[in-house]
Nanobody, 125 residues
Framework: QVQLLESGGGLVQVGGSLKVSCTPS????????MAWFRQPPGKEREFVAG????????DYADSVKGRFTISRSHVDDTVHLQMNSLKPEDTAVYYC??????????????????WGQGTQVTVSP
């Protein structure tokens, strides 16, 4: 069983920055690949960014490319999502997710087995 502990999030003004983090625990193989998804109010959950164990392979949604950066600590496998130049449309509940060994970063929520409880990010105009 894997547990994903999320931290960060909160309220920020347009153009500001925020970081959310996710620390996994449990069987290492079950958090080989980790990703962030988000669910805006009244909308479906969508892929934001993902990273494999080595940190060498990452992927981003087109809507966040150039603004968000995902990284991974080799000390405790904590995954960070640094969000810059935030826009009102980035407002959502952000969820951390993980899955076992993959050679790419899946963008489909159904590919991820474990999920965090979510953390709210609100960008005010």
């Amino acid at each position: 069983q894997v547990q994903l502990l999320e931290s960060g999030g909160g309220l920020v003004q347009v153009g500001g920055s925020l970081k959310v983090s996710c620390t996994p625990s449990g069987r290492t193989d079950d958090y080989f690949t980790m990703a962030w998804f988000r669910q805006p109010p009244g909308k479906e959950r969508e892929f934001v960014a993902g990273i494999t164990w080595s940190g060498l392979l990452t992927d981003y949604a087109d809507s966040v490319k150039g603004r968000f950066t995902i990284s991974r600590s080799h000390v405790d496998d904590t995954v960070h999502l640094q969000m810059n130049s935030l826009k009102p449309e980035d407002t959502a509940v952000y969820y951390c997710s993980s899955t076992s060994r993959t050679s790419w970063v899946p963008a489909s929520a159904s590919s991820y087995k474990y999920w965090g409880q979510g953390t709210q990010v609100t960008v005010s105009p």
